[in-house]
């Protein structure tokens, strides 16, 4: 009985909790736009200074939350900037909400991820992510943006650009694709096997699986009429 008691205190203290953190939450949303900006981006440099990873994850997840509810071009960014964090958990809030906003403000994402490809450097860990978050978006501009991705000296952006094509499986977009064939830098990718390991492939090799799959399905040539 007395444990119980204590599941059930504990379990109204986490109750009060979110009812406190969702008060805050939409008290500083209502907060005027550029000042709340100001401080969110510098929170977002003050948590990945921060040496407690649980602590940095959390702050950016929230942060992550607070950006998802504002619009224009420095929000964009800031969310971007937290995709390109090091905390998975952090990552995943910040993909949710940039993936969300395509859909609804894909003009507005589509400039945020254009500036990525300029800013970010060679290594961020957002700019793989970014193609996965537009390839289910229902908008004709989605290929022209992931072409650009296809020319960047990242090489797991242009990876990533390639399988979010193969994705979408038009063989339009094969044309994209072709200029890559002979690109000899590497990747790692995830085997299928579901465990961790990795195999190495080039771009070229990946370019060229992709075009198979993008290969126009002929029925002559399979017997069917």
Known sequence: MQNRQAIETTLNKLFDAERTARRLHDELTAMPGDGLLDVLTDAIAAATRENDEDEAALRLVRIASLLGEHEGPRALDALIDV???????????????????????????AQAIERALKRLPVGSSALPELPYLIAEVPEPGVPKLLSQFLSHKDPDAVAAAIETLVEIGDPAHAPLIQPLLDDKRTVELADDGGDDATSEVTIGELAEEALSLLAPYDDEEDGVA
């Open 83 to 109: 995709l390109a964090s090091e905390h998975p958990e952090a990552r995943q809030a910040a993909g949710e909400e940039i993936e969300t906003l395509a859909y609804d403000r894909f003009k507005e994402v």
